[in-house]
């Protein structure tokens, strides 16, 4: 069995477009290269959502959630790709069943547990879970396409 991956916020960059004040992804764990892993996000009250997300009682919108879910995913899957690093985006095709259990506050440390569990070229089905404190608090299960620059 191998060990897992660890790679931290300077990493994630190399394998995601995104940018403050939409990474949603700190550090991520591969767990088997290219198919499944967790993402972390610590998430605080300086996140620029929580301004409007709601003032005076602040939750991290259920989207969000989501979109950390896709993010870990797309970045588990280019970390295994070193041609593709720094030039992919990761596209929603479809998000199914979602559902959100608990709210996300303010000092929550995010865990986006990911897997894929089909893929066909480009395209790539996962399932996600996000859980705080080890309960989950938010899951869907999506279909993204990885786009790579040349």
Known sequence: MSENKVYHIEDIMKFLPHRYPFLLVDRLVVEEMGVKGYG??????????FQGH?????????????EAM????????????????GKAGVLFMSI???K?????????RLE???EKIKDKGRIFVFR???????KVVSEAEFTAMIIVEK
């Not at 709601?54 to 989501?66: A, K, T, W």
């Not at 996600?128 to 080890?134: A, H, L, Q, S, T």
Request: glycine share 12%.
């Open 128 to 134: 996600g879970e996000c859980f705080v404190d080890g």
């Open 96 to 98: 199914d069943g979602v």
């Open 70 to 85: 896709a993010q870990t995913a797309g970045a588990i899957i280019v970390s295994a790709k070193e041609d593709a690093q």
């Open 112 to 114: 986006m547990h990911v």
């Open 40 to 49: 972390i996000k610590n998430v605080t009250m300086n996140e620029e959502f």
């Open 100 to 108: 959100f259990r608990k709210p996300v506050k303010p000092g929550d």
């Open 54 to 66: 709601f003032p005076g009682n602040p939750i991290m919108p259920g989207v969000l959630q989501v």
